[in-house]
């Protein structure tokens, strides 16, 4: 497992695998799932964040189940494109996850590859479209992230097909 860049994640990703995205916030992290075809984005569940040792036999799971190859890591950049001050966070997070590899891929016999995707305004946009549907507050909180992660997995998704 390594960190590469959306070009290389993308040639090295096997065939038919899907992506989960993960949006890694200070109490949750929404997870959004790419179809096979690497063509779709959806939702998929919001999880509270505790320490990674708890959440490493969700993450097995899901990479088993759903024949995950690959994570792209919401990169929460400023505005201008600079580091934020998250990002030192997110990519604390990101070398957990490869300090856990053994954990994470035992008996899995195949390969996960991580890269980093911009996720600039994906939290905002995903807010302000729950408000335009009438979501109450307390729903909105429950999905937002899953939703900001799906939304940045489409983009994701659209810029890697640009590479063929």
């Known amino acids: ?4 860049s959306l070009r ?3 040639t090295r990703l096997k065939k038919s695998s899907r992506i989960l995205a ?5 109490k949750t992290i929404g997870l959004a799932i ?4 690497l063509t779709l984005a959806s939702q998929l ?3 509270k964040r505790e320490k990674l040792k708890n ?3 969700k993450f097995k799971t899901l990479i088993k189940e759903r024949n995950i190859g690959g994570l792209l890591i919401g990169f929460p950049l400023n505005v201008d494109g600079s580091r934020s001050k998250n990002c030192d966070r997110v990519e604390g997070f990101a ?3 490869l300090d856990h590899e053994d954990v994470l891929l035992n008996s899995l016999n195949t390969e996960l590859l991580i890269t980093f995707y911009d996720e600039r305004f994906s939290t905002k946009i995903s807010e302000a479209l729950l408000i ?9 909180k429950k999905v937002i992230d899953q939703m900001a992660a799906t939304l940045f997995l489409k983009s994701a998704l659209d810029a890697m097909q640009l590479f063929d």
């Open 22 to 26: 993960l949006d890694i916030g200070r």
């Open 34 to 37: 790419s179809n096979s075809e």
């Open 8 to 10: 290389t994640f993308k």
């Open 55 to 57: 959440l490493l036999p």
């Open 1 to 4: 497992m390594a960190i590469y």
């Open 45 to 47: 569940e919001t999880l």
């Open 95 to 97: 070398q957990s996850l």
């Open 132 to 140: 335009e549907a009438d979501i109450s507050r307390q729903k909105r």
